[in-house]
Every structure is written in structure tokens, then in C-alpha cells.
């Protein structure tokens, strides 16, 4: 088995070497990561600068790029070989709920997704890196599960695994999306210079968390594994839509 390995918290960072070692043993491991922290780049392409690629002394390859960048990268030129799955993270935080439009680590797997590579973003509950080992025996069974059940499709994957040190023996839950409220107040503050500058805000708390849910299921002591599409078609409105604007091209 062929695995490409992409994160968005940089090449240097403690989950990507955790998601490494999750898969020692399970095939040839490609690592091709971004060069700094890329966090919320969402699925963002870099097309207005070239892209340089650069290979640690570890091996891994890391990009002056988004995680999405890595991975379009790796799948138009830089393997000469289509990899067998795409596996993102392990991410330092949560990606739940409607976190997930942000995340560059989700963006990554995404990324394989669209080539039609089976993929999955791993990302751990809290921020820190605790338990990291626990989380890395997590992944690694849950790698090898969904091996054992097949790679002839593409699928895309989001796991949420808690900062647990018995996290290896915690219950899986097959979960949907949660919803969050809207982001809290954008900060402002004065430059040294005295310029008003601006940061984003935190995320907004959880709106809906309940049962079935992403973040219902870690705050229980679960790993969360939602299944996701890239179709962003409301579906049930379509009806309306076609009743209220829809024409039939005449004047």
C-alpha cells in the first residue's frame, strides 16, 4: 500500500510524526506537508507565486504552501504513482462541526478526495499534543479497519479523537456534523505604530451538539469518525428555488 501523508500545522509538527509512526509497517509512506503552520486555509490554492519543494533530513518533503497545495502537488506531478490513500494530521485541535469548512488538515484529505483517493483527516479534541501517543494507536487501528474493508472506492473521513490516555480503548461513533454559533467579536488593537489592526475572534461556542453529533460523541468519551461529500447542494430546497426564479429563457 502507497500513503500520502499531508497536515496543516507544519512539517516540523508532533502529529505528523505521530500519523507517520501510526502507519509504520502498513506500506511505503510519502510525507509532503507545508513549510509553516497553515491552519483555517481551508481548501485554498496558492496560483499567483510558484511553489518551492524541499526535503528535510528526515525525509519529508514540505511545500511554501497551503495543505491543499501539498497534496494537488503530490497527485499532478511530484509521485509518479497514484497513492493507494491520503491521510491528513494528526491536527492540534478539534475539527467538529462547521469547523470543518476551515480546516486545513480536512482540507488536505478533501484534496485526495477530489482525485478520487480515499482519504482521512485525523485531529485530536484539545490543543497541546496530550496523549499524543494514545491517539497514535487510535489511528493506526482505525487505518487498518478501513483497509480491511476495502480502497476501491474514494471516500472522505473526519476523525475527532480525545486528548485521552485510554483513548486506544475508547468506542467509535459514526457521527454527523454538529453546528456552532456564530464566530465571538473580531479583536481590535493599536500597532506599535499606532495603526488599528485587527484579529479573528474565537469560533462561537456549540449550537447543536446534541445526540449523533460529532461533539456529542467526544464529549462522551468516543472517537468521532464522520463521513463526508463535497456537494454543498441543498437538495430539499431545490423545489422552491425552480417555483421562484427558474425560467424558461423567453422574455
Same mark, same amino acid.
Given at each position: 500500500?502507497?500513503?500520502?501523508?499531508?497536515?496543516?500545522? #507544519?512539517?516540523?509538527?508532533?502529529?505528523?510524526?505521530?500519523? +507517520? *509512526?501510526?502507519?509504520?509497517?502498513? @506500506?511505503? +509512506?510519502? +510525507?509532503?506537508?507545508?513549510?509553516?503552520?497553515?491552519?483555517?486555509?481551508?481548501?485554498?490554492?496558492?496560483?499567483?507565486?510558484?511553489?518551492?519543494?524541499?526535503?528535510? %533530513?528526515? #525525509?519529508?518533503?514540505?511545500?511554501?504552501?497551503?495543505?491543499?497545495?501539498?497534496?494537488?502537488?503530490?497527485?499532478?506531478?511530484?509521485?509518479?504513482?497514484?497513492?493507494?490513500?491520503?491521510?491528513?494530521?494528526?491536527?492540534?485541535?478539534?475539527?467538529?462541526?462547521?469547523? /470543518?469548512?476551515?480546516?486545513?488538515? +480536512?482540507?488536505?484529505? /478533501?484534496?485526495?478526495?477530489?482525485?478520487?483517493?480515499? %482519504?482521512?483527516?485525523?485531529?485530536?479534541?484539545?490543543?497541546?499534543?496530550?496523549?499524543?501517543?494514545?491517539?497514535?494507536?487510535?489511528?493506526?487501528?482505525?487505518?487498518?479497519?478501513?483497509?480491511?474493508?476495502?480502497?476501491?472506492?474514494?471516500?472522505?473521513?473526519?476523525?475527532?479523537?480525545?486528548?485521552?490516555?485510554?483513548?486506544? %480503548?475508547?468506542?467509535? *461513533?459514526?457521527?454527523?456534523?454538529?453546528?456552532? !454559533?456564530?464566530?465571538?467579536?473580531?479583536?481590535?488593537?493599536? %500597532?506599535?505604530?499606532?495603526?488599528?489592526?485587527?484579529?479573528?475572534?474565537?469560533? #462561537?461556542?456549540?449550537?447543536?451538539?446534541?445526540?449523533? /453529533?460529532?461533539?456529542?460523541?467526544?464529549?462522551? #468519551?468516543?472517537?468521532?469518525?464522520?463521513?463526508?461529500?463535497?456537494?454543498?447542494?441543498?437538495?430539499?430546497?431545490? @423545489? !422552491?428555488?425552480?417555483?421562484?426564479?427558474?425560467?424558461? @429563457?423567453?422574455?
Amino acid at each position: 500500500m502507497r500513503i500520502l501523508i499531508a497536515n496543516d500545522d #507544519g512539517y516540523l509538527a508532533p502529529g505528523l510524526a505521530a500519523l +507517520v *509512526r501510526a502507519c509504520e509497517g502498513l @506500506g511505503t +509512506v510519502e +510525507v509532503i506537508a507545508p513549510e509553516q503552520n497553515a491552519s483555517a486555509t481551508s481548501n485554498s490554492l496558492t496560483l499567483h507565486r510558484p511553489l518551492s519543494v524541499y526535503t528535510a %533530513s528526515n #525525509g519529508y518533503r514540505y511545500v511554501n504552501g497551503t495543505p491543499s497545495d501539498c497534496v494537488h502537488l503530490a497527485l499532478t506531478g511530484l509521485l509518479d504513482y497514484k497513492p493507494d490513500l491520503v491521510l491528513s494530521g494528526i491536527n492540534n485541535g478539534a475539527n467538529m462541526g462547521d469547523d /470543518t469548512l476551515y480546516s486545513g488538515t +480536512v482540507a488536505a484529505a /478533501t484534496e485526495g478526495y477530489l482525485f478520487g483517493v480515499p %482519504s482521512i483527516a485525523f485531529s485530536q479534541v484539545e490543543k497541546g499534543w496530550g496523549h499524543l501517543d494514545a491517539a497514535t494507536a487510535v489511528m493506526r487501528t482505525l487505518i487498518q479497519d478501513v483497509v480491511a474493508g476495502g480502497l476501491d472506492r474514494a471516500f472522505l473521513l473526519s476523525v475527532n479523537i480525545p486528548n485521552r490516555a485510554d483513548a486506544a %480503548s475508547l468506542p467509535r *461513533r459514526i457521527t454527523r456534523l454538529g453546528r456552532r !454559533h456564530a464566530s465571538e467579536a473580531t479583536i481590535q488593537q493599536r %500597532s506599535p505604530r499606532g495603526d488599528m489592526i485587527y484579529w479573528i475572534g474565537p469560533a #462561537g461556542a456549540e449550537r447543536e451538539a446534541g445526540e449523533g /453529533t460529532d461533539f456529542h460523541a467526544t464529549a462522551n #468519551g468516543a472517537v468521532s469518525v464522520t463521513p463526508l461529500q463535497v456537494d454543498l447542494t441543498e437538495h430539499a430546497t431545490l @423545489g !422552491h428555488w425552480r417555483q421562484q426564479l427558474q425560467t424558461d @429563457g423567453r422574455p
